[in-house]
């Protein structure tokens, strides 16, 4: 099947730097990737929609000059946290849609997280 | 966007079948169903898709009735390494904006 790589899968930082996390499609071309974020026991969170070319649609709550992201490519989308804070440490998950080649209709294929801490 | 509805949490044993069902009223003409499983930690892993009766696949199977209003996961002679959280999601082949629900808390006992 598709595989979604994310990387790294986990980080520390300082407050006040920023974090990119990275987010590959390894065998599909993705056109649309999303970005999530999960907090303990708690249910995943949409931050923001990803367009290869386009600027990213963010969700309702979510500061875009935080959270940047950028999708250059077909198979590459990246989130950078800038000026991380502790209450931005999370689990942060990328997805990407499978539109042209997938095994059911519509599936998404999910990365394995990031786990990022901030001091 | 269709609102799904899941019980919070499950209970089950070893060798056990599970049915896990959401209610998802305002579905779309259009709307495919499908399930996701999360382990701690990890992203979510797709399961299992469908629009209408019954799609069965290697590891599970999806009975959606007519109305389509629900529709039912079943997860046959479950084992401890089943234990995760499962959501159900609901949208518009291709360009649905895939949003998750509080999801399915399944432990599976000895």
């Known amino acids: 099947g598709a595989v979604v790589s994310q990387h790294p899968s986990w980080v520390i930082c300082k407050s006040g730097t920023s974090v990119k996390i990275e987010c590959r499609s390894l065998d599909f071309q993705a056109t649309t990737m999303f970005w999530y974020r999960q907090f303990p026991k708690q249910s995943l969170m949409l931050m923001a929609t990803?367009?290869?070319?386009?600027?990213?649609?963010?969700e309702q709550g979510v500061e875009k000059d935080k959270f940047l992201i950028n999708h250059a490519s077909l198979t590459l989308s990246t989130l950078t946290v800038t000026s991380a804070h502790p209450e931005d440490s999370s689990f942060y998950i990328c997805?990407?849609?499978?539109?042209?080649?997938?095994?059911?209709?519509?599936?998404?294929?999910f990365g394995p997280g990031t786990r990022l801490t901030v001091l | 966007l269709a609102k799904t509805t899941q019980p919070i949490s499950m209970d089950s044993y070893e060798g056990q079948e599970v049915n896990i069902t959401c209610s998802h009223n305002n579905i779309a003409t259009n709307d495919y169903i499908t399930w996701y499983q999360q382990f701690p930690s990890q992203g979510p892993r797709f399961i299992i898709q469908?629009?209408?009766t019954k799609v069965t696949n290697e590891v599970a199977s999806l009975f959606i009735p007519a109305d389509r209003k629900s529709s039912t996961l079943s997860l046959p002679r479950v084992s401890l390494s089943d234990t995760a959280v499962y959501y159900c999601l609901v949208g518009l082949r291709g360009s649905y904006i895939p949003t998750f629900g509080r999801g399915t808390s399944l432990i599976v006992h000895p």
């Open positions: 997805s990407a849609r499978d539109g042209l080649a997938g095994t059911a209709p519509d599936t998404q294929y």
């Open positions: 990803s367009n290869e070319g386009s600027k990213a649609t963010y």
């Open positions: 469908g629009y209408k």
